[in-house]
């Protein structure tokens, strides 16, 4: 059973700053992407940044430049450090990994339950 745990989500004011993580437990081959999501109320959920077992990341235009991804690959865990936080910020972030269970299994996406960022102006 893979499990992807966030925590670090909360409130914040507008120009605050917040920093996510999720872990990876349980039993599985190799992780290779990681990245966040977010999903504001009555919205589509969007990326947010996606990171490599590499290093090489990816971000929505939106978030370059404030929002800065990292991995710990030893820890299974992967970042999200937020600067400059706005109001439109505001959504459920969630945390996903493109993992392989085994050598011979093909690699399957896999989410975390959320975390609640609420930016006040």
């Known amino acids: 059973q893979v499990q992807l745990v966030e925590s670090g989500g909360g409130l914040v004011q507008a120009g605050g700053s917040l920093r996510l993580s999720c872990a990876a437990s349980?039993?599985?081959?190799?992780?290779?992407?990681m990245g966040w999501y977010q999903q504001a109320p009555g919205k589509q959920r969007e990326l947010v940044a996606t990171i490599t077992s590499g290093g090489s990341t990816n971000y929505a235009d939106s978030r370059r430049g404030r929002f800065t991804i990292s991995r710990d690959n030893a820890k299974n865990t992967v970042y999200l450090q937020m600067n400059s936080l706005k109001p439109e910020d505001t959504a459920v972030y969630y945390c996903?990994?493109?993992?392989?269970?085994?050598?011979?299994?093909?690699?399957?996406?896999?989410w975390g339950q959320g975390t609640q960022v609420t930016v006040s102006s």
């Open positions: 349980g039993s599985f081959f190799t992780i290779n992407t």
């Open positions: 996903s990994a493109t993992i392989r269970r085994t050598m011979w299994s093909p690699p399957r996406d896999f």
